[in-house]
């Protein structure tokens, strides 16, 4: 396949599915989980700020590691890349679904609105006991732990090592990239499942999925086609 009979096909699909990674974010400055992991955080293992076992053991130091990253992500800004996939998602209308494994919040803020956060969102906080989920206050009135309106200690609202990835986000993504025609799998390296293997649910069904990444993954053998570059200019490249 070239890249125009890529980007051809794209045009004609009535039905869409993405999946995104931490290279669509990389662009607006956000580095990934162990890239954050400098100064003072370098001497934890991930284990140590993002499991069910170490917020049990400290809450206090989980919440300042997230409260950290809160304020980053909330600086940070959508970039060209989340742009494209928000226009994508309005010419495709309701034949189109975004799943992401980011958890900034970008995809919403650059106007997605048929999206799947498939490992939560850094900009809420759960409630330990109903599980309702709140926003968090602005960076200046966040105190940590937050309390729900409920009056009960939050979490944050993210997936952690050893815990499931919500069954309404996952079950919406694998019906979304089982029906379509094509699927964008989009900065992404394809080895944390069960996202990387939203991409077979569409090749199963005879449907066409184009990778866009600066580099191979291991999903590359397996796909119709790969676009060589970083999110924004292959994205560009397939959709304008």
Known sequence: MTLEGARAAVKAAQRIAVLTGAGVSAES????????QTGQWARFRPEDLASPEAYHRDPDTVWTWYAGR???VLRAEP???HQLLARLEQEKGDGFLLATQNVDGLHARAGSRRL?????????GRDEVTAEVFALPAPDKLTTPPVSPNGNRMRPNVVWFGEFLPPEALEAAAEAFAA??????????????????LAFETLQRGGMVIEVNPEATE?????SFSVRDVA???LAALLT
Not at 29 to 36: E, K, L, M, S, W
Not at 116 to 124: A, D, I, K, R
Not at 181 to 197: E, H, K, N
């Open 79 to 81: 970039n060209e890349a």
């Open 180 to 197: 379509a025609d094509v699927a964008l799998v989009v900065g992404t390296s394809g080895v944390v499942y069960p996202a990387a293997g």
């Open 219 to 223: 999903l590359t053998p397996h796909l």
């Open 232 to 234: 924004s200019r292959g």
């Open 29 to 36: 400055g956000i580095p990934t989980f162990r890239d954050a």
């Open 70 to 72: 809160y304020r980053d």
């Open 116 to 124: 799947v956060e498939l490992h939560g969102n850094l900009l809420s």
